[in-house]
């Protein structure tokens, strides 16, 4: 018999009843939908979800068990019970390009982005998940290292920017060090790197790579427009589990860091309104003046684009600390003057 309920499509042979048996039917064919998106839940969250008690969940799932539903359950803190579903990728007839493609999507919408539909888009790929074989617990991201920052183009060169995404994010997977060749402009020369990947990012229209630079014995992220060649090595790495790509980026205005600087900016209308009217650090605070003027308060790494930010604003906002940033924009205005003489 074939079951439709909320437009997901379930197998099985009921027998029909009537009554409580009926109604248990009905919970049961509820809990089934609920697990259907692969994700681990709980004895305590799929009663939230079905209006009932666990003990009644672990009742149902026994039914449902006896039935022959493939219903599995990890124990312990962070245990539960998920669909073991083994998938068939020719039911949605993607490759695995194509639901990485997927993947990637999901990530880039739902960092930095207002996307409206940013639930039912998170709910469409748990279900592709689902269908592919993954079982995906709440508390885990997909084995995906990606992470947008503000899109607005795309690199030039796209193909070969695909290319090396392609063989960086298989190093990542297979946890290989690579050899770049890597493009540095500021010093118009070619260096070799020896490179552990860790991330990927994007950065207005362009995609760099979060890597341990093995020549720095740091975390450094590269831009792969500038990556001339990549060399797979015999070398292998493990990532270190304190990692945090929010943790790298922290007090960033944008992808160049530098010394910490705690910064005050004061902006006057209009431009106070666009500035409060959005997230820029995650540490900022916005203190209110009157006259509709604000202070911009937070803890900055670097001053390149920093100074680049408040130099756009042009003269609705004035710098009070640190000294240093209001020097270079004395600087930068002294230099731009000379030039228009």
Same mark, same amino acid.
């Given at each position: 018999?074939?079951?439709?309920?909320?437009?997901?499509?379930?197998?099985?042979?009921?027998?029909?009843?009537?009554?409580?048996?009926?109604?248990?039917?009905?919970?049961?064919?509820?809990?089934?939908?609920?697990?259907?998106?692969?994700?681990?839940?709980?004895?305590?969250? /799929?009663?939230?979800?079905? @209006?009932?008690?666990?003990?009644?969940?672990?009742?149902?799932?026994?039914?449902?068990?006896?039935? $022959?539903?493939?219903?599995?359950?990890?124990?312990?803190?962070?245990? $539960?019970?998920?669909?073991?579903?083994?998938?068939?990728?020719?039911?949605?007839?993607?490759?695995?390009?194509?639901?990485?493609?997927?993947?990637?999507?999901? @990530? %880039?919408?739902?960092?930095?982005?207002?996307?409206?539909?940013?639930?039912?888009?998170?709910? &469409?790929?748990?279900?592709?998940?689902?269908?592919?074989?993954?079982?995906?617990?709440?508390?885990?991201?997909?084995?995906? !290292?990606?992470?947008? &920052?503000?899109?607005?183009?795309?690199?030039?060169?796209?193909?070969?920017?695909?290319?090396?995404?392609?063989?960086?994010?298989? &190093?990542?997977?297979?946890?290989?060090?690579?050899?770049?060749?890597?493009?540095? !402009?500021?010093?118009?020369?070619?260096?070799?790197?020896?490179? @552990? !990947?860790?991330?990927?990012?994007?950065?207005?229209?362009?995609?760099?790579?979060?890597?341990?630079?093995?020549?720095?014995?740091?975390?450094?992220?590269?831009?792969?427009?500038?990556?001339?060649?990549?060399?797979?090595?015999?070398?292998?790495?493990?990532?270190?589990?304190?990692?945090?790509?929010?943790?790298?980026?922290?007090?960033?205005?944008?992808?160049?860091?530098?010394?910490?600087?705690?910064?005050? /900016?004061?902006?006057?209308?209009?431009?106070?309104?666009?500035?409060?009217?959005?997230?820029? %650090? !995650?540490?900022?605070?916005?203190?209110?003046?009157?006259?509709?003027?604000? /202070?911009?308060? &937070?803890?900055?790494?670097? %001053?390149?684009?920093?100074?680049?930010?408040?130099?756009?604003?042009?003269? %609705?906002?004035?710098?009070?600390?640190?000294?240093?940033?209001?020097?270079?924009?004395?600087? @930068?205005?002294?230099?731009?003057?000379?030039?228009?003489?």
């Amino acid at each position: 018999m074939v079951i439709y309920e909320n437009n997901v499509i379930l197998y099985g042979i009921i027998e029909i009843k009537t009554g409580d048996d009926m109604s248990k039917i009905s919970q049961a064919i509820r809990l089934l939908i609920y697990l259907q998106d692969g994700n681990v839940k709980t004895a305590k969250e /799929l009663a939230e979800l079905l @209006e009932t008690n666990p003990r009644n969940i672990r009742e149902y799932i026994k039914e449902l068990r006896n039935a $022959g539903y493939d219903i599995d359950s990890f124990k312990g803190k962070s245990g $539960g019970y998920f669909l073991n579903h083994k998938s068939k990728l020719a039911s949605l007839d993607l490759d695995q390009n194509e639901h990485s493609a997927i993947l990637l999507a999901h @990530e %880039l919408l739902k960092e930095k982005s207002s996307f409206v539909m940013a639930n039912e888009f998170k709910s &469409a790929v748990s279900k592709i998940n689902y269908i592919m074989g993954r079982t995906v617990h709440n508390y885990q991201k997909f084995d995906y !290292p990606y992470s947008a &920052a503000y899109v607005v183009n795309s690199d030039i060169q796209e193909y070969s920017v695909k290319d090396n995404f392609l063989k960086i994010h298989q &190093a990542y997977k297979d946890k290989r060090v690579i050899r770049i060749l890597y493009y540095n !402009p500021q010093k118009d020369e070619l260096v070799e790197r020896e490179i @552990e !990947p860790y991330s990927f990012m994007q950065y207005e229209g362009s995609w760099y790579a979060v890597a341990y630079c093995r020549l720095r014995n740091e975390l450094r992220h590269f831009k792969l427009i500038r990556i001339k060649k990549i060399e797979r090595t015999p070398y292998t790495y493990q990532i270190d589990e304190k990692f945090s790509l929010g943790k790298y980026m922290e007090g960033m205005m944008g992808i160049i860091g530098g010394k910490q600087y705690d910064v005050i /900016l004061k902006f006057y209308p209009p431009a106070s309104t666009w500035v409060e009217e959005k997230k820029w %650090l !995650p540490n900022q605070k916005i203190e209110q003046l009157g006259n509709r003027c604000i /202070l911009f308060k &937070a803890k900055v790494k670097g %001053l390149i684009e920093l100074k680049r930010w408040v130099l756009g604003f042009g003269k %609705l906002v004035e710098v009070i600390k640190p000294k240093e940033l209001i020097d270079e924009i004395k600087e @930068e205005l002294r230099n731009m003057q000379s030039i228009y003489k």
